[in-house]
Nanobody
């Protein structure tokens, strides 16, 4: 069982930055692919970014490329999402999630592949 706790959300203006963090309770944290997803009001939960267990490979949805950066610190069991140049369309509840993975597997963007989820943190971007 892996517990995930997100933090760092808030209310910001368009163009501002936020850094989300996710603390994980897992002895083998470095074996999990970690992902960030978001869900806007009235919409489905969507993939945002993912990072391999060893931190080498990353993947982003097109709308956040060049603005968001996912990173992890396996020594601290943490994964972060640095969000720059925020837009009102980025407003959503952001969720951290963990997926079992192997080094040879492609980074997954599928919600069904992620078996552990945090409670989410609200990000609101005003125009």
């Amino acid at each position: 069982q892996v517990q995930l706790v997100e933090s760092g959300g808030g209310l910001v203006q368009a163009g501002d930055s936020l850094r989300l963090s996710c603390a994980a309770s897992a002895r083998t944290f470095g074996t999990y692919t970690m992902g960030w997803f978001r869900q806007a009001p009235g919409k489905e939960r969507d993939f945002v970014a993912a990072i391999r267990g060893n931190g080498v490979g990353t993947s982003y949805t097109d709308s956040v490329k060049d603005r968001f950066t996912i990173s992890r610190d396996n020594a601290k069991n943490m994964v972060n999402l640095q969000m720059n140049s925020l837009k009102p369309d980025d407003t959503a509840v952001y969720y951290c999630a963990a997926a079992v993975s192997a080094p040879s597997w492609p980074l997954s963007r599928r919600i069904s592949d992620y078996i552990y989820w945090g409670q989410g943190t609200q990000v609101t971007v005003s125009s």
